[in-house]
Nanobody
Framework: QVQLVESGGGLVQAGGSLTLSCAAS????????MGWFRQAPGKEREFVAS????????TYADSVKGRFTISRDNAKNTVTLQMNSLKPEDTAVYYC?????????????????WGQGTQVTVSS
């Protein structure tokens, strides 16, 4: 069982930065790849970034590559998404998720635990 709680969302102007954090409970955190997804109003939930169990490998959606950075601290059971150069199209509810697979994934169906989400709004 893994419980995930996101924090750090808010309102920011275009070009600004935000850092999202995800605190995980449960002894299996370090054995699971982690990911961030987002869902804008009227759209499907989409992949943003994922990180391997050790934190040594990452994958990003093309839309955020070069602007967002995912990282994890297995000692503290946390995953972080650093978001820079934010754009209005980044506005969405952002979700932290824990994968059921052994390797990081961009597929929503590979994740079996989800946080409640945190709202990010980028104004133009």
């Amino acid at each position: 069982q893994v419980q995930l709680v996101e924090s750090g969302g808010g309102l920011v102007q275009a070009g600004g930065s935000l850092t999202l954090s995800c605190a995980a409970s449960g002894r299996t955190f370090s054995s699971r790849p982690m990911g961030w997804f987002r869902q804008a109003p009227g759209k499907e939930r989409e992949f943003v970034a994922s990180i391997s169990r050790s934190g040594g490998s990452t994958t990003y959606a093309d839309s955020v590559k070069g602007r967002f950075t995912i990282s994890r601290d297995n000692a503290k059971n946390t995953v972080t998404l650093q978001m820079n150069s934010l754009k209005p199209e980044d506005t969405a509810v952002y979700y932290c998720a824990a994968a059921a697979t052994l390797v990081r994934s961009s597929r929503r169906d590979d994740y079996d635990y989800w946080g409640q989400g945190t709202q990010v709004t980028v104004s133009s």
